[in-house]
Protein backbone atom coordinates (compact mmCIF):
# COMPACT_ATOMS: atom_id res chain seq x y z
CA UNK A 1 0.00 0.00 0.00
CA UNK A 2 0.40 3.63 -0.12
CA UNK A 3 3.05 4.93 2.48
CA UNK A 4 4.07 8.67 3.16
CA UNK A 5 7.09 9.19 5.08
CA UNK A 6 7.15 12.45 7.53
CA UNK A 7 10.03 13.89 8.84
CA UNK A 8 11.11 14.87 11.35
CA UNK A 9 9.41 12.75 14.01
CA UNK A 10 9.36 14.88 16.80
CA UNK A 11 10.80 18.51 16.95
CA UNK A 12 11.87 20.72 20.15
CA UNK A 13 12.06 24.54 19.15
CA UNK A 14 12.65 27.47 21.06
CA UNK A 15 9.52 29.78 21.19
CA UNK A 16 9.73 32.20 18.12
CA UNK A 17 12.00 29.95 15.77
CA UNK A 18 10.35 28.92 12.42
CA UNK A 19 9.66 25.57 12.19
CA UNK A 20 9.97 23.06 8.48
CA UNK A 21 8.63 19.46 8.33
CA UNK A 22 7.63 17.47 5.49
CA UNK A 23 6.47 14.31 3.56
CA UNK A 24 7.39 12.31 0.78
CA UNK A 25 5.94 9.59 -0.98
CA UNK A 26 6.49 7.04 -4.12
CA UNK A 27 3.07 7.19 -5.40
CA UNK A 28 1.72 10.48 -6.61
CA UNK A 29 -1.28 12.23 -4.93
CA UNK A 30 -3.96 14.70 -6.14
CA UNK A 31 -3.84 16.21 -3.08
CA UNK A 32 -1.55 16.81 -0.10
CA UNK A 33 -3.68 18.37 3.00
CA UNK A 34 -1.91 19.61 6.79
CA UNK A 35 -3.59 18.68 9.66
CA UNK A 36 -2.96 19.76 13.47
CA UNK A 37 -4.16 16.51 16.84
CA UNK A 38 -3.89 17.83 19.98
CA UNK A 39 -3.87 14.99 22.69
CA UNK A 40 -7.23 13.47 23.28
CA UNK A 41 -8.72 15.59 19.87
CA UNK A 42 -9.39 14.60 16.43
CA UNK A 43 -6.78 16.35 13.57
CA UNK A 44 -8.10 20.27 12.64
CA UNK A 45 -7.08 20.84 9.04
CA UNK A 46 -4.61 23.40 8.23
CA UNK A 47 -3.56 23.97 4.93
CA UNK A 48 -5.12 22.19 1.48
CA UNK A 49 -3.04 22.26 -1.98
CA UNK A 50 -4.49 20.72 -4.75
CA UNK A 51 -2.07 21.55 -7.56
CA UNK A 52 1.47 20.85 -8.19
CA UNK A 53 4.03 23.36 -7.43
CA UNK A 54 1.22 25.52 -5.44
CA UNK A 55 2.37 27.46 -2.08
CA UNK A 56 -0.53 28.21 0.21
CA UNK A 57 -0.60 30.50 3.33
CA UNK A 58 -2.68 30.28 6.32
CA UNK A 59 -1.53 33.17 8.99
CA UNK A 60 2.20 32.13 10.18
CA UNK A 61 1.71 28.38 8.12
CA UNK A 62 2.88 27.76 4.78
CA UNK A 63 2.68 24.92 2.73
CA UNK A 64 3.63 23.65 -0.52
CA UNK A 65 2.67 21.32 -2.90
CA UNK A 66 5.57 19.32 -4.97
CA UNK A 67 6.22 19.88 -8.14
CA UNK A 68 6.59 15.82 -9.17
CA UNK A 69 3.63 15.67 -6.64
CA UNK A 70 5.19 13.25 -4.55
CA UNK A 71 6.44 15.49 -1.59
CA UNK A 72 4.99 18.44 0.50
CA UNK A 73 6.15 20.59 2.85
CA UNK A 74 4.97 22.66 5.85
CA UNK A 75 6.70 25.64 7.76
CA UNK A 76 6.00 27.32 10.35
CA UNK A 77 6.85 30.87 11.29
CA UNK A 78 7.58 32.47 14.48
CA UNK A 79 6.38 29.34 16.68
CA UNK A 80 4.25 30.37 20.08
CA UNK A 81 3.41 27.87 22.70
CA UNK A 82 -0.17 26.69 21.44
CA UNK A 83 2.00 25.18 18.27
CA UNK A 84 2.96 22.22 20.69
CA UNK A 85 1.08 19.11 18.49
CA UNK A 86 1.42 16.81 16.58
CA UNK A 87 0.74 17.85 12.51
CA UNK A 88 0.07 15.16 9.98
CA UNK A 89 0.30 15.09 6.23
CA UNK A 90 -1.84 13.56 4.62
CA UNK A 91 -2.32 12.49 0.83
CA UNK A 92 -5.34 11.92 -1.29
CA UNK A 93 -5.07 9.87 -4.50
CA UNK A 94 -8.09 9.49 -6.17
CA UNK A 95 -8.98 6.25 -7.89
CA UNK A 96 -10.98 6.73 -11.13
CA UNK A 97 -13.91 4.79 -11.80
CA UNK A 98 -13.86 3.09 -8.10
CA UNK A 99 -14.89 6.53 -6.49
CA UNK A 100 -12.88 6.52 -3.49
CA UNK A 101 -11.38 9.30 -1.79
CA UNK A 102 -9.60 7.49 1.49
CA UNK A 103 -6.36 9.91 2.73
CA UNK A 104 -3.26 8.22 3.75
CA UNK A 105 -1.51 9.82 6.49
CA UNK A 106 1.81 10.13 7.70
CA UNK A 107 2.95 9.34 11.13
CA UNK A 108 3.23 12.57 12.42
CA UNK A 109 5.70 15.14 13.58
CA UNK A 110 5.69 15.88 17.52
CA UNK A 111 6.09 19.72 17.88
CA UNK A 112 7.38 20.88 21.42
CA UNK A 113 7.84 24.75 22.01
CA UNK A 114 9.84 26.05 25.13
CA UNK A 115 8.97 29.41 25.96
CA UNK B 1 -22.23 25.27 13.15
CA UNK B 2 -21.77 22.22 14.59
CA UNK B 3 -18.66 20.20 13.52
CA UNK B 4 -18.44 16.33 13.64
CA UNK B 5 -19.75 14.89 16.47
CA UNK B 6 -18.96 11.53 17.86
CA UNK B 7 -20.11 8.94 20.70
CA UNK B 8 -19.27 8.45 23.25
CA UNK B 9 -15.87 9.75 23.43
CA UNK B 10 -14.40 6.79 25.79
CA UNK B 11 -15.55 3.26 25.12
CA UNK B 12 -14.42 0.26 27.56
CA UNK B 13 -15.35 -3.27 27.02
CA UNK B 14 -14.43 -6.79 28.00
CA UNK B 15 -13.04 -9.27 25.43
CA UNK B 16 -16.32 -10.84 23.64
CA UNK B 17 -18.21 -7.84 24.01
CA UNK B 18 -19.34 -5.64 21.08
CA UNK B 19 -18.65 -1.96 20.26
CA UNK B 20 -20.63 0.55 18.52
CA UNK B 21 -19.57 4.06 17.64
CA UNK B 22 -21.73 6.93 15.99
CA UNK B 23 -20.78 9.87 14.07
CA UNK B 24 -23.34 12.43 13.22
CA UNK B 25 -21.05 14.34 10.19
CA UNK B 26 -21.41 18.15 9.58
CA UNK B 27 -24.42 19.76 8.25
CA UNK B 28 -24.90 19.59 4.72
CA UNK B 29 -21.85 16.43 3.99
CA UNK B 30 -23.06 13.54 2.88
CA UNK B 31 -19.77 11.51 2.48
CA UNK B 32 -18.43 9.86 5.15
CA UNK B 33 -15.05 8.27 6.60
CA UNK B 34 -14.06 6.30 9.44
CA UNK B 35 -10.21 5.93 10.20
CA UNK B 36 -8.04 3.94 13.33
CA UNK B 37 -5.08 5.27 14.81
CA UNK B 38 -3.20 3.37 17.53
CA UNK B 39 -0.74 5.33 19.83
CA UNK B 40 2.00 7.29 17.96
CA UNK B 41 1.00 6.23 14.94
CA UNK B 42 -0.94 8.57 12.07
CA UNK B 43 -4.39 7.78 11.06
CA UNK B 44 -5.24 4.66 8.91
CA UNK B 45 -8.44 4.44 6.43
CA UNK B 46 -10.87 1.64 7.40
CA UNK B 47 -14.54 2.41 5.05
CA UNK B 48 -16.07 5.02 2.96
CA UNK B 49 -20.05 5.70 3.01
CA UNK B 50 -22.63 7.66 1.21
CA UNK B 51 -26.05 7.53 2.45
CA UNK B 52 -26.96 3.94 2.55
CA UNK B 53 -23.81 2.95 0.30
CA UNK B 54 -20.23 1.57 1.41
CA UNK B 55 -18.57 3.17 -1.34
CA UNK B 56 -15.48 1.39 0.08
CA UNK B 57 -14.46 -1.07 2.94
CA UNK B 58 -10.87 -1.86 1.39
CA UNK B 59 -9.54 -0.70 4.91
CA UNK B 60 -11.53 -2.83 7.08
CA UNK B 61 -10.67 -6.11 8.59
CA UNK B 62 -13.13 -8.53 6.87
CA UNK B 63 -14.36 -10.08 9.66
CA UNK B 64 -16.46 -8.26 13.44
CA UNK B 65 -16.17 -5.02 11.76
CA UNK B 66 -19.25 -3.37 9.73
CA UNK B 67 -20.13 0.09 9.02
CA UNK B 68 -23.25 1.78 8.10
CA UNK B 69 -24.97 5.06 7.15
CA UNK B 70 -29.14 5.04 7.33
CA UNK B 71 -30.99 7.11 5.28
CA UNK B 72 -31.71 8.60 9.13
CA UNK B 73 -29.66 9.17 12.07
CA UNK B 74 -25.81 8.58 12.32
CA UNK B 75 -23.24 6.72 10.93
CA UNK B 76 -22.53 3.23 13.11
CA UNK B 77 -19.04 1.39 13.03
CA UNK B 78 -19.82 -1.77 14.74
CA UNK B 79 -17.59 -4.09 16.35
CA UNK B 80 -18.31 -7.68 17.11
CA UNK B 81 -16.34 -9.70 20.05
CA UNK B 82 -13.71 -6.98 20.35
CA UNK B 83 -10.42 -8.32 21.07
CA UNK B 84 -7.59 -6.36 23.41
CA UNK B 85 -6.21 -5.30 19.38
CA UNK B 86 -9.23 -3.47 18.92
CA UNK B 87 -8.14 -0.85 21.53
CA UNK B 88 -7.52 2.11 19.27
CA UNK B 89 -9.00 5.70 18.89
CA UNK B 90 -11.68 5.47 15.86
CA UNK B 91 -12.33 8.93 13.94
CA UNK B 92 -14.82 10.04 11.82
CA UNK B 93 -13.97 12.31 9.21
CA UNK B 94 -16.77 13.96 6.69
CA UNK B 95 -16.78 15.62 3.79
CA UNK B 96 -19.90 17.80 1.19
CA UNK B 97 -20.70 16.10 -1.82
CA UNK B 98 -19.37 19.14 -4.02
CA UNK B 99 -15.68 18.33 -2.89
CA UNK B 100 -15.84 15.23 -4.12
CA UNK B 101 -17.40 16.23 -7.50
CA UNK B 102 -14.60 18.81 -7.50
CA UNK B 103 -11.96 16.21 -6.59
CA UNK B 104 -10.46 18.16 -3.85
CA UNK B 105 -10.53 15.71 -1.06
CA UNK B 106 -10.93 18.05 2.24
CA UNK B 107 -11.84 15.78 5.12
CA UNK B 108 -13.14 17.08 8.39
CA UNK B 109 -12.89 15.39 11.54
CA UNK B 110 -14.52 14.48 14.67
CA UNK B 111 -12.81 14.26 18.46
CA UNK B 112 -13.05 10.54 18.05
CA UNK B 113 -13.91 7.23 20.23
CA UNK B 114 -11.38 5.94 22.61
CA UNK B 115 -11.92 2.43 22.89
CA UNK B 116 -10.32 0.26 25.80
CA UNK B 117 -10.80 -3.54 25.96
CA UNK B 118 -9.73 -5.36 28.82
Known amino acids: GQQLNQSPQSMFIQEGEDVSMNCTSSSIFNTWLWYKQDPGEGPVLLIALYKAGELTSNGRLTAQFGITRKDSF ?4 ASIPSDVGIYFCAGLRIYSGAGSYQLTFGKGTKLSVIP | NAGVMQNPRHLVRRRGQEARLRCSPMKGHSHVY ?8 GLKFMVYLQKENIIDESGMPKERFSAEFPKEGPSILRIQQVVRGDSAAYFCASSPWRVQREGRGEQFFGPGTRLTVL
Open chain 2, 34 to 41: WYRQLPEE
Open chain 1, 74 to 77: LNIS
